[in-house]
Every structure is written in structure tokens, then in C-alpha cells.
């Protein structure tokens, strides 16, 4: 049948191998062989040495019949001169040059070995110093406890704010309140360390000069109740109350209340504006935790929140902002909840939940460490240094006899709280 000049034939022809298969392996078995030969590397060769090898030196060596020990060791010295003593004649490949470049220099090898291993840091079981505190009101939604710029640590005893100054160790009285103001429900010092917010349980708030030990002036109006949460931004006092209101206050101006953020339907107990002053933080007694815009807020209606969680289930007290992370927040709660909650504040979302164990009073960031401290009240009244974002606990600090309401950092010492 012919097909474009090709022919084909059922019967096979004499060259045609029976066992295709098999020979074509057998032809790549002899080709490989035909490739696997050494061929000697002339240029690393010695011939004349090679010559006296196969021809005299074995003549020699074989007619050698007597031996002295002095014969054996002139002819072994004589063949260490003249390189005689090689077991190979053949060289099929120069010798490698020998290495001009470390693997490793020489600089970076010794720089590694003279490097200190991090010492692991020590964490103190006990307190540096402890305070008496007596008339400390044990409320768990009060803020009576502030450590300021100039590192002075104020701290309300019923009706009396006392300030303790952390370089001398000095006490002084700062004011006393009377009956019907009283008791004192939150302290928090101004930005510049000097001036300081107090608020009270008949819903003012009075703003002292502590240098001077003078009262400034008196908030009156924004509250109905005891103002039980205080937070500032630069010239703005933001004052949280019983009522469930949250109110701006601008300091410099006599119609001090500026904006109103409505969102809460029980007591304020927690407040706290991010570092960039952008964001507001707020928890109270309804289980709710807000996050409020001020870019967004009006002085003419309450401000409507960013962001409404509703998580936690029971108070939340205990607020913190991430100093390495803008938009985290931590957030604590209550008895009922027991848990460290984690938020991405710009999207709201819930990004880690911790059960702790025992009721969140406060929360502290590490400003060197990703760190977090939180302290505690029933059952152990402990301290937890967890490692963030592992949550894996570092230390424990027991100690108090009663649950740990407040916690405070000064600003230019961090480890001191």
C-alpha cells in the first residue's frame, strides 16, 4: 500500500530484532560504556618518573638481595628527597586549589561567638514599697487612683485626695470634700503633671493646681450623678457618670461641656482616649463597650458611636491602649465575664479572648515589653503579666488581701505601677 512515498510490509526483514525493547537497552548499555573512560590528565603527570618506575626502579628494587639497616636508610631518605614514595603514576585530574575565600569570614565568625546571650529579665515576687491606704473605698466602678507626669501618685481615701511624691516619698493632703459633695469617686491628673480633675459623688468635678495646692474652678451641669470616670485629651476633660452620659468638657472656656456621647444605658466605669486622641474608649455597668470618633462629634447632638460591643458579660471596667499598635485595644470585665478581650478598632472586630479566671479590674500595657498586666479580684486578688499576643502568663503576684481596684503607671517610669 503506498501512502505518500512510504511503504509497508507485514513481513519483517532480516535487520528487524525480534526484542525491540531489549535491544534498545542493550544499545544504551554499550553507548554508556563507550562514554565511561578516563582519559589521564597529562599536565599532572610525571613521565620521567613514570619511565624509572616501570623500568629500572623495579629492576633495582628486585635485584636488591642484600640489606643493611644503613642501605634502607639512605634509599627511604632518598625517595622522601626525590618524591619516590608516590602509590599512584597515573593522574587523571589537577589537584583543587587550595580555599582563598572563608566560608564564613573570619569578622562575622567571632562577632557571633562574642555575643551575649539576652539575660532573661527578672520579675520581682515581692512590692518595692507599700503604702497604707486606709478609707480606700471598695466600689469596683470608681477610678480613685492616678499617677502623674511630674511622678506624683494621687490617691483618694473617702472624702480626702492625698499625693504622694515617688522621688522624696512626701505625703500631702490635696483636698478634703464635705458630706454633701463627697465621698470623692475619681481622680486623674492633667497631661502637664501639674493640674489635677476630681470628681465627686454629688456629679462636679473640681480642678486643683497641686503646685499651688489651689482649687481652679468647678464643673457643674454635665451630670446628674457621681462622676465616676474621668479621661483627658489635651485641654479636654471627658467625664463619665452614674447617669450613663459621657461629656467633653473644654477646660479654657466658661460653657465647658462641648460634646455629649450617648450610648450607655447604666453607670460609665471606664475611659480611655487613644494616644492619638482620635479614638474614645468607653465601658460602663450595661456590659457595653463603645468606640467613639471625635472627628465626628457635634456640640448640637449626642454623637453617635463607631463601634458598639457587646461581648463582654458583665461591667467593663478595665480599658487599655496598645502602645506598639494604634487601633488595639484591650478591654476587661467583670465578675460574670472574667475575660481580657482583644479589638481591632477600626473595623470593630474582636481579634482574641482570654478567660482569666477571676473578675478584670484593671489593665496595664508595657511600654518596653509586649506585655500586659491586668490585676484582679476574687478569688487569689493577684497580678498577671501575660506575653503578648501568646497570652502565655509570665508571672503571678499575689500579695493583696483584697481585690485589686486600680492600677496606675507613671509616664516616665514604666515599670512602676
Known amino acids: 500500500m503506498d501512502a505518500g512515498g512510504l511503504t509497508s510490509s507485514k513481513t519483517p526483514s532480516k535487520n528487524t530484532s525480534r526484542f525491540p525493547l531489549q535491544d534498545a537497552q542493550l544499545h544504551r548499555k554499550t553507548s554508556k560504556e563507550n562514554l565511561d573512560r578516563f582519559i589521564p590528565n597529562r599536565s599532572a603527570m610525571d613521565f620521567d618518573y613514570a619511565h624509572y618506575m616501570l623500568t629500572d626502579g623495579r629492576k633495582a628494587q628486585e635485584s636488591d638481595a642484600v640489606s643493611s ?26 589537584k583543587p586549589p587550595p580555599a582563598q575565600v572563608e566560608l564564613i569570614p573570619q569578622e562575622f565568625s567571632s562577632a557571633s561567638q562574642s555575643k551575649p546571650a539576652k539575660a532573661r529579665r527578672h520579675i520581682p515576687q515581692s512590692s518595692e514599697r507599700t503604702l497604707d491606704a486606709p478609707d480606700l473605698v471598695d466600689d469596683y466602678y470608681l477610678n480613685l487612683l492616678d499617677w502623674g507626669g511630674s511622678n506624683v501618685l494621687a490617691i483618694a481615701l473617702g472624702s480626702t485626695v492625698y499625693l504622694w511624691d515617688a522621688s522624696d516619698g512626701s505625703t500631702s493632703e490635696l483636698v478634703t470634700v464635705d458630706d454633701d459633695s463627697g465621698p470623692v469617686t475619681s481622680v486623674s491628673w492633667a497631661p502637664d503633671g501639674r493640674h489635677i480633675a476630681v470628681g465627686l459623688n454629688n456629679s462636679e468635678v473640681q480642678l486643683w493646681d497641686s503646685t499651688a495646692s489651689k482649687q481652679l474652678r468647678t464643673l457643674r451641669g454635665a451630670h446628674q450623678s457621681r462622676v465616676g470616670s474621668l479621661a483627658w485629651n489635651n485641654q479636654i476633660l471627658t467625664t463619665g457618670g452614674m447617669d450613663g452620659r459621657i461629656v467633653n468638657n473644654d477646660v479654657r472656656i466658661r460653657s465647658h461641656v462641648v460634646e455629649t456621647y450617648r450610648g450607655h444605658t447604666q453607670e460609665v466605669c471606664g475611659l480611655k482616649w487613644s494616644a492619638s486622641g482620635n479614638q474614645l474608649a468607653s465601658g460602663g455597668n450595661d456590659n457595653l463597650l463603645h468606640i467613639w470618633d471625635r472627628s465626628v462629634a457635634s456640640s448640637s447632638s449626642p454623637t453617635q458611636w463607631l463601634h458598639r460591643m457587646e461581648d463582654h458579660k458583665a461591667a467593663v471596667k478595665a480599658l487599655a491602649w496598645c502602645p506598639f ?24 472586630a474582636c481579634l482574641n479572648s482570654v478567660d482569666t479566671g477571676s473578675q478584670v479590674c484593671a489593665l496595664l500595657w508595657n511600654k518596653n515589653e509586649r506585655e500586659l498586666l491586668s ?40 515599670s512602676r505601677i
Open 69 to 94: 639497616p644503613s642501605r634502607d636508610a639512605y634509599r627511604k631518605q632518598l625517595a622522601e628527597t626525590f618524591n619516590m614514595n608516590r602509590p599512584r603514576i597515573l593522574a587523571f585530574k589537577n
Open 325 to 348: 499598635q494604634s487601633n488595639l485595644l484591650a478591654s476587661g470585665g467583670g465578675g460574670g465575664d472574667r475575660c481580657i478581650k482583644f479589638w481591632n478598632t477600626h473595623t470593630g
Open 375 to 414: 490585676s484582679h479580684g476574687f478569688t487569689q486578688n493577684q497580678l498577671t503579666l501575660w506575653k503578648y499576643p501568646s497570652m502565655v502568663k509570665m508571672a503571678e503576684l499575689t500579695g493583696h488581701t483584697s481585690r485589686v481596684l486600680f492600677m496606675a503607671q507613671v509616664c516616665n517610669l514604666s
